[in-house]
């Protein structure tokens, strides 16, 4: 499956992907209306400690210990491998948080859980991070 | 102390769209943004902006704008406000004004005033969909004699020659003066194409050796890099009399630039600036030029061709006369127009004549004087279209130089700041956390991408003119029309003015 | 008005060709009766004939057919020739009065051979001395214009339909071994008869039908190399082309077709090595002598004629044999008028030559 990849050479930290998956995700067709005065709290973040930056996103894991860890099967894999989520059935118990080894899945402002869904769940249709990486920093493909 | 500076640009910032990302901060090495957290919105300080455009690409909202600076001194057609600023920076500073990139000023650009022609009727138009519409040029001397075998079959062997699928090459621009992914573009470009690209005068990184096959190697006034591995690496050897932003003078890198590896690949040390001498000082005359040519054939076994690349002067036809009689396989001419890195102001945008001039008079002169099949010609500075490629060849020219051009396909936005090494696309810079900007596997492309595209443009325009091999429209005049330029001009071009049959 | 040769006048045309295999004679009537079929291709603005084995008796001196335009320019011409050649005899080419020629100048022939003097001066042999002499006349003598200047053949041409031409000049009185002729379509007047074609030089002569689109990259060439191009015509720069390759450089006929109408690099690039590395070797070395756009030629030479056309096939030519004798022509009806049964006929294909020499003649 076309996963996403992220090569550290070449990412330069300048967090636009941050900022594209709020707007991926914000349900807004405006770009402008989708991030002004808005604190963003994205499926992606972007980590550094002052040599390698990179942007840090859910790696949809072959064996995925959120999943195995979910007390009310909010996390499933769809036919494709995908792990996504379904928000109305999190209880918000935090236990996919803890086992990430990625840090990759959080528990939102509203109370449950969310991470990256590789924009299949909103209209985007493709991960809008990876399309608008300036510099190739992230990709979308099958290895 | 008065400051006399006055911002020639101003960040327009449309805070109604500006959702405060912070990428136009994080990306602007002049330091132009920053996030003031007590107002909670963006500041920019305009004094510092160069207007590289990168900031107004990477918004993600594109609320931002570069505009001139609407500060105006009083309009003198004369005293330009240009001279005005100049003279106080001089006044400050005691210095020689620097600049980057090729002649800004207004003078005529000739391509511009150059139209192609179509066949009608008489002669059909070729579709390049369709039929065969080849543009593989072969550079280097054309024998003399023809010999053949005892079965009365021609012996094929030929002078050293190179191959292009196309008639564009990558200009020299030195490793130091562009980064090293910036080279690594170039050379994966010209190795997909099947044309060539070149070292410049800073030598050639042991990592690109493997592209040798596509490297042309440049021994220019300073020698740096010039060693024995480095001749036997390229393909062809071009030995740089001069370059048309600053002919007279030599390459010019602050040692700001020579660090790490672009020290070691010149051979010398690091943080002294690299000032290439005037002129070669084994070379005072012509016959100088011949022994060079000859000692260069010698150490590489008479296997390259030797390009000789002067800029384009007054009397660059009798030069190029001489070029021809001494043994080398082909002459580069680079216009007054041609890009640098740093170049001494009054020189980049004084000294030297326009290229499309040049060509008309060198290319005629060679023909003259029955000496034009000794050479082929390359012209450069600056090429900016597949039209300008096809007036040239016209012209006369074998194939041309693209160095601008290149640099503006990689991301280049002409800022003319090369010279501070602040370079915010990764081109014309060597610090690490800007050269990683250039993503090699995407300039690459996107090199390949321009010139796949401007050879169908020139196949467009070949079979317009029903040709449809492109060395049927080296030196074809007629294919060409003035138009608004005095009889002086038509005659030194060699072409007619737009009207007349 | 502008002569011929101060501006470029692009033209269609008919070509047609009579060769006998054996290289014995017949009579010029033929070659009129053909080229008359085609008088829709012309439009009486040019028309002309080469002819082959016409002077047998003189046929190791050179025979110039001379224009003269200016009356006093006869005179300068014979000084100037009688300084460098012996003139076996010279005479009025005799022509028939018909009220479809008008405007004739003074039309003469002269039988000459260098002096040694002059052969020993260029070293190169005979030849280069007509060479230079005839560009040396065409270009200093106003008023005086060599046409025609091979060994035992000749030109013949005027402003008019070819088959006017023909009579005026009495083309039926004549015997060769080949007649190749031309009409004209020009799209500008051309005022006068030296822009009529055939074009020739020494024993070369071309008909030609099309438009070259890398004429001016041909005709650059071609002066670097000591060619004048004073008429500025597609058929002069061919000539000049095939007597560069063939005279100077020593190429066979069917190499100099290989040379202007050059294979395509998709082609070659398939070749076998040894092939590959000849065409590729031709296409290099000759990239200035690559003839691109509509063309179908007939070359007339001593003992032979060739026939090509354009690699990319935009213009008619079809060749019939009967016998000892080759008939080539633009259209079909051409020589079907003057041979209406023959042994085969097929059509010219792109880019590959078509020779036929007399048995034993010259390669």
């Known amino acids: 499956m076309k996963k996403i990849y992220v090569k550290e050479e070449w990412c330069l930290g300048c967090h636009l992907c941050e900022f594209e998956c709020a707007y991926a995700n914000s349900g807004i067709g405006n770009i402008v209306l989708a991030l002004k005065d808005k604190e963003i709290d994205p499926n992606v973040k972007v980590l550094s400690d002052g040599k390698i930056t990179f942007a840090v996103s859910c790696r949809h894991c072959d064996e995925p210990l959120c999943i195995s860890a979910c007390i009310s099967g909010a996390l499933s894999k769809d036919e494709t491998g995908a792990v996504m989520v379904d928000r109305s059935k999190c209880v918000g118990c935090g236990s996919c948080v803890m086992v990430c080894p990625y840090g990759a899945v959080r528990i939102t402002k509203e109370g449950t859980a969310n991470k990256c869904q590789l924009c299949m769940n909103n209209s985007c249709g493709e991960p809008l991070c990876a399309r608008k990486c300036p510099n190739g920093a992230i990709v979308y493909e099958e290895k | ?501 | 008005m502008l002569l011929e040769g101060e501006f470029r006048n692009p033209a269609g045309c008919a070509i047609s060709a009579i060769f006998d295999k054996t290289g014995a004679r017949f009579s010029g009537e033929s070659i009129i009766d053909s080229i008359a079929v085609m008088r829709d291709r012309s439009n009486g603005l040019g028309g002309g004939f080469a002819c082959y084995g016409i002077y047998p008796d003189k046929k190791d001196l050179y025979a110039f057919h001379v224009f003269f335009t200016i009356h006093s320019a006869r005179k300068d011409f014979e000084e100037y020739i009688s300084r460098y050649y012996e003139i076996d005899s010279s005479e009025d080419i005799p022509t028939r009065k018909i009220p479809e020629i008008v405007d004739e100048p003074e039309i003469r022939r002269y039988f000459v051979y260098p002096k040694q003097k002059y052969i020993d001066f260029v070293k190169t042999g005979p030849d280069e001395c007509v060479f230079r002499t005839v560009f040396a006349v065409n270009t200093e003598i106003k008023g005086a214009y060599i046409f025609s200047s091979g060994k035992n053949m000749g030109i013949f041409k005027a402003v008019g339909f070819p088959e006017d031409v023909g009579r005026f000049y009495m083309l039926d009185s004549y015997e060769g071994y080949l007649f190749t002729a031309h009409g004209r379509y020009p799209t500008n007047t051309p005022g006068w008869w030296g822009g009529a074609h055939p074009f020739g030089l020494l024993g070369l002569s071309v008909v030609h039908n099309g438009e070259i689109s890398s004429y001016d990259a041909n005709r650059r060439a071609m002066e670097m190399y000591g060619y004048k191009c004073t008429l500025l015509t597609d058929t002069e720069v061919i000539t000049y082309i095939l007597d560069y390759l063939t005279r100077k450089k020593g190429l066979t006929f069917t190499e100099s077709a290989e040379v202007i109408a050059a294979p395509f690099w998709s082609r070659i690039d398939r070749m076998s090595e040894e092939e590959k590395a000849r065409a590729t070797y031709l296409r290099d070395v000759f990239s200035a002598e690559l003839v691109t756009g509509p063309f179908s030629i007939i070359v007339g030479f001593d003992g032979g004629v060739m026939a090509l056309n354009d690699r990319l096939k935009l213009r008619t030519l079809a060749v019939a044999e009967k016998g000892d004798k080759v008939y080539m022509a633009s259209e079909e009806a051409a020589i079907r008028r003057v041979c209406p049964s023959f042994d085969k006929m097929f059509y010219a294909e792109g880019g590959k030559p078509i020779v036929y020499r007399v048995k034993g003649g010259k390669q």
């Open chain 2, 1 to 501: 102390m008065i400051d006399y500076n006055v911002a020639p640009f101003e960040v327009v910032r449309d805070y109604d769209k500006c959702v405060n990302c912070r990428v136009c901060e994080r990306q602007c090495s002049n330091e132009v943004h920053h996030y003031e957290e007590g107002f909670g919105k963006m500041i920019s300080d305009s004094a510092k902006c160069v207007d590289c455009q990168r900031c107004v690409c990477l918004c993600p909202t594109k609320a931002l704008k570069i505009v001139p600076n609407q500060n105006a001194f009083r309009p003198n057609a004369n005293w330009q406000q240009k001279y005005l600023t100049e003279i106080y920076k001089q006044a400050e500073s005691g210095g020689v004004l620097l600049s980057s990139m090729g002649n800004p000023e207004p003078f005529p650009v000739y391509f511009d005033k150059i139209l192609i022609n179509a066949s009608q009727v008489t002669n059909p138009s070729i579709d390049p969909l369709r039929e065969p519409m080849e543009t593989r040029v072969f550079l280097g001397a054309k024998p003399q004699t023809i010999e053949r075998d005892a079965e009365g079959k021609i012996v094929t062997k030929l002078p050293p020659r190179l191959k292009l699928s196309m008639p564009v090459m990558f200009s020299a621009m030195s490793y130091g003066s562009i980064s090293y992914n910036a080279h690594a573009a170039l050379a994966r470009a010209a190795e997909a194409l099947g044309i060539y690209y070149n070292t410049g005068e800073g030598g050639l990184h042991k990592d690109f050796y493997k592209y040798s096959a596509n490297t042309i190697v440049q021994v220019a006034s300073g020698r740096f890099g010039v060693h024995k591995d480095y001749l036997e690496d390229g393909a062809a050897i071009e030995i740089k009399i001069g370059q048309g932003a600053k002919p007279g003078i030599g390459g010019h890198l602050p040692g700001a630039k020579i660090v790490g590896d672009v020290s070691k690949t010149r051979m010398i040390p690091e943080g002294s600036d690299a000032v290439s001498p005037a002129p070669h000082h084994d070379i005072y005359s012509i016959e100088d030029l011949r022994q060079l040519v000859y000692s260069i054939k010698e150490a590489t076994e008479y296997k390259k061709p030797v390009i000789v690349k002067i800029a384009a002067v007054h009397n660059v036809a009798a030069i190029a006369s001489g070029i021809a009689r001494s043994g080398a396989d082909i002459i580069a001419i680079d216009g007054f127009r041609g890009g640098t890195g740093a170049a001494p102001t009054r020189i980049r945008d004084n000294v030297g004549i326009p290229i499309e001039l040049a060509l008309g008079s060198v290319d005629e002169r060679l023909r003259e004087e029955n000496i034009r099949d000794n050479v082929s010609l390359v012209v450069a500075g600056s090429i900016r279209s597949s039209a300008d490629v096809v007036k040239a060849i016209c012209l006369g020219a074998d194939a041309v130089y693209i160095g601008s051009a290149s640099l503006v396909a990689m991301g280049c936005h002409l800022c003319r700041t090369c010279n501070y090494g602040k370079c915010n696309w990764g081109i014309a810079t060597q610090r690490p956390d800007l050269v990683k900007r250039l993503n090699p596997d995407i300039a690459a492309e996107r090199l390949i991408n321009m010139l796949t595209a401007w050879n169908h443009e020139i196949q467009e325009m070949m079979g317009g003119m029903g040709i449809n091999s492109i060395e049927a429209l080296r030196g074809n005049r007629l294919m060409l029309r003035g138009v608004g330029l005095n009889e002086r001009e038509l005659a030194v071009l060699g072409i007619k003015h737009a009207g007349e049959v």
